[in-house]
């Protein structure tokens, strides 16, 4: 029963914030890594941030000083911070997970979250 569980997406202006969590359960979330990825209409799905299990990041470079990933081993919950958004990051944002220890393991997604990012 892994379930990944987003929320907080929503509409903003350019330049505002908004701030998704993704809450997993059914998984060993301190032993998986936790990524959001993010699709535009007529656009393949893109790698946004990804963190490991002892706070590694990485980031793509169209979000990097902008966005920020985090997350609560405590709560298993995964953030994203999103600052200066513009009309380009609207797109549906999916949380995914996998095991840190066997990346041949089942990754799970969420059910994703729209960003609007409009004037």
């Known amino acids: 029963q892994v379930q990944l569980v987003e929320s907080g997406g929503g509409s903003v202006q350019p330049g505002g914030s908004l701030r998704l969590s993704c809450e997993a359960s059914?998984?060993?979330?301190?032993?998986?890594?936790m990524s959001w990825y993010r699709q535009a209409p007529g656009k393949q799905r893109e790698l946004v941030a990804s963190?490991?299990?002892?706070?590694?990041?990485h980031y793509a470079d169209s979000v990097k000083g902008r966005f920020t990933i985090s997350r609560d081993n405590v709560e298993n919950t995964v953030y994203l911070q999103m600052n200066s958004l513009k009309p380009e990051d609207t797109a549906v944002y999916y949380c995914?997970?996998?095991?840190?220890?066997?990346?041949?393991?089942?990754?799970?997604w969420g059910q994703g979250t729209q960003v609007t990012v409009s004037s």
């Open positions: 059914g998984i060993t979330f301190s032993r998986s890594v």
């Open positions: 963190i490991f299990s002892g706070g590694l990041t």
């Open positions: 995914r997970t996998r095991s840190e220890i066997n990346p041949l393991a089942t990754e799970y």
